[in-house]
C-alpha cells in the first residue's frame, strides 16, 4: 500500500494524489481494484474518485478511471510559463535540426527528470529494435531516473551531496541495462568526471544501443534552469567522435542558451 510521504502534509490531499499516480502506472483502475490496493473503505475511495473525476483530473470509461485531460491543460501552462523553458524548446529544436539527432530538455521534478521539450529530426528514425516499448521513447511528460540517463546525470552534480543521497534514497539506483549505474561510489565518481569536463555521458545506460550526453544549463542568478541532452544510436556514430563532436555541440548550445537568458533579463530590468 503507498505510504504518506509528505511530514505535516494534508493526508486527504496526499491520497488523492495517490489515486492518480496509481491509476496512471496500471493505465487505469477500476474501484474494487483501488480499493484492494489501498486498503480503504471503498466509501472513502468512492469520494475521491469522484471529485476528481467532477473536476475533470479524472475519467472514467466503463469501469476504469483513466487520469483526464485536465493535467494536460496544468502542464502546458507550466511548460510555457518560464521564458527559460520557451528558449529552451527553441534549442532543442535547433539542436535537432544541425545534427539530425534527439535532442531534449529536462528540469529535475520531485527527485527525478521530468521533460519539458524534445525533438526528433524529421528525417531520423531508431531502430525499433532499440527500445524494448515505445515509452522507451523519450516524450513532453515523461519522467525519468536520474542515475541512468545523461541529462540526469548533469543535474545531479550539480546538486549538493546531501541532496543527492536524498534522491538516491527515495528513488534507489534501479538498472536499465547492464551498463547502467548501480552503485552508489561509481555514481559519485561519474559526477565527478561531469563536474570536470562540463557535460555527462550515458553509454547505453538506459537504452541498449543508445548513447547520450546531458550538459546543465544555469539561470542568470546561477540556479539551475535545467539540462540539455542529445540521444545518438551506436551503430551511427563511434564513442570518440561521440564525445569530442557531438558533446561539443550540446555544450556549445547550453552555453548559448544561457546567454539568452541573461539578454531576456538584461531587457526587462530596462524596461
Known amino acids: 500500500m503507498p505510504t504518506d510521504r509528505a511530514r505535516g502534509g494534508v493526508k486527504t490531499t496526499e491520497r488523492s494524489f495517490a489515486f492518480v499516480e496509481h491509476i496512471q502506472r496500471r493505465d487505469g483502475a477500476t474501484l474494487s481494484e483501488l480499493v484492494a490496493e489501498f486498503g480503504l473503505a471503498k466509501s472513502t475511495v468512492y469520494k475521491h474518485l469522484s471529485t476528481l473525476e467532477s473536476h475533470g483530473y479524472l475519467e472514467k470509461e466503463g469501469e476504469q478511471y483513466h487520469v483526464g485531460l485536465k493535467f494536460h491543460h496544468h502542464g502546458e501552462y507550466a511548460r510555457l510559463r518560464k521564458r527559460g523553458y520557451r528558449l529552451a524548446g527553441r534549442t532543442v529544436r535547433d539542436l535537432a535540426e544541425r545534427t539530425s539527432e534527439e535532442a531534449d530538455f529536462v528540469v529535475e521534478n520531485d527527485g527525478r527528470t521530468i521533460t519539458v521539450y ?106 539551475t534552469l535545467g539540462a540539455l541532452g542529445m540521444s545518438v544510436p551506436t551503430y551511427r556514430r563511434e564513442s ?29 530590468a530596462e524596461s
Not at 142 to 162: S, V
Not at 195 to 220: F, H, I, T
Not at 260 to 267: D, I, K, M, N, V
Open 240 to 268: 570518440d567522435a561521440f564525445e569530442t563532436d557531438l558533446a561539443g555541440i550540446v555544450v556549445e548550445a547550453a552555453r548559448d542558451l544561457e546567454a539568452a537568458l541573461r539578454e531576456g533579463e538584461g531587457a526587462e
Open 118 to 223: 524534445e525533438s526528433y529530426h524529421p528525417q531520423n528514425s531508431y531502430r525499433e529494435d532499440l527500445f524494448a516499448t515505445t515509452s522507451d521513447l523519450s516524450h513532453s511528460g515523461t519522467y525519468y531516473h536520474m542515475h541512468c540517463t545523461a541529462a540526469g546525470k548533469a543535474l545531479l552534480a550539480e546538486l549538493p551531496d546531501e541532496r543527492v543521497a536524498a534522491i538516491l534514497d527515495r528513488w534507489g539506483l534501479p538498472a536499465r541495462t547492464e551498463n547502467t549505474i548501480t552503485d552508489r561510489a561509481a555514481l559519485r565518481d561519474d559526477l565527478a568526471r561531469t563536474r570536470e569536463r562540463g557535460y555527462a555521458v550515458a553509454d547505453e545506460e538506459y537504452v541498449d544501443g543508445l548513447r547520450a550526453v546531458g550538459v546543465a544549463v544555469s539561470n542568470p542568478d546561477g540556479s
